[in-house]
């Protein structure tokens, strides 16, 4: 089977950094996105990553290993807004109907206080 | 990008009847995907719904359950059939948009409730 793993709740302060890691076993393996979630509503792309090493984007950054399984999101200048779940998933290698399907981590629940 | 509409956008429903949800995107794509998502869960993949061939769908999942329909490059729908409690959820279509990246977006989701 497919596992994902990351933290279930992180907690930081306002104007902090934070990551959040997540890891991957999974039967392949075609790219990591990250996905911000906040309560009720859709999932929001925040970023992709194929290759190894760290891809920024404003105040947030992701990072992937793909020998190490591993990959973390990185928010700067935490504001409240940012109160959200992410969402870790893995674009598997898939030979059926395309050549795309994201298996999902559970999410880590970050909640930022003043 | 793509924006994405779904219609309901809820429902409570009784258990033994279906439930016909809608997915709008405003440009043409090609692949297609109908996530659930239960309380406080992540997402879980029901099939993907590519235009021009069958729906594929995951393990737990059948035809049967959630028939698919996906007439043309924007739309598709997914019924939920003879329902029970346990259906209960938030129902999401998601498209990958391919120029250069994948970029996958979602809809704002139907949150189902079943009695």
């Known amino acids: 089977g497919q596992n994902i793993d990351q933290p279930t709740e992180m907690t930081a302060t306002e104007g902090a950094i934070v990551q959040i890691n997540c890891t991957y076993q999974t039967s392949g393996f075609n790219g990591l996105f990250w996905y911000q979630q906040h309560a009720g509503e859709a999932p929001t792309f925040l970023s992709y990553?194929?290759?190894?090493g760290l891809e920024e984007k404003g105040r947030f950054s992701s990072f992937l290993s793909r020998s190490k399984g591993y990959s973390y999101l990185l928010l700067k200048e935490l504001q409240m807004k940012d109160s959200a779940s992410y969402l870790c998933a893995v674009n598997l290698l898939y030979s059926g109907a395309g050549s795309y399907q994201l298996t999902f981590g559970k999410g880590t629940k970050l909640s930022v206080i003043p | 990008s793509a924006v994405i509409s779904q219609k309901p956008s809820r429902d409570i429903c009784q258990r033994g009847t279906s439930l016909t949800i809608q997915c709008q995107v405003d440009?043409?794509?090609?692949?297609m995907f109908w996530y659930r998502q239960q309380p406080g869960q992540s997402l879980t993949l029901i099939a993907t719904?590519?235009?021009?061939?069958?729906?594929?769908?995951e393990s737990g999942f059948v035809i049967d359950k959630f028939p698919i329909s996906r007439p043309n490059l924007t739309f598709s729908t997914l019924t939920v059939s003879n329902m029970s409690p346990e259906d209960s959820s938030i129902y999401l279509c998601s498209v990958v948009v391919t120029g250069g990246n994948y970029e996958q977006y979602f809809g704002p989701g139907t949150r189902l409730t079943v009695t």
């Open positions: 719904a590519n235009q021009g061939s069958e729906a594929t769908y």
């Open positions: 440009s043409q794509v090609t692949m």
């Open positions: 990553n194929v290759l190894d």
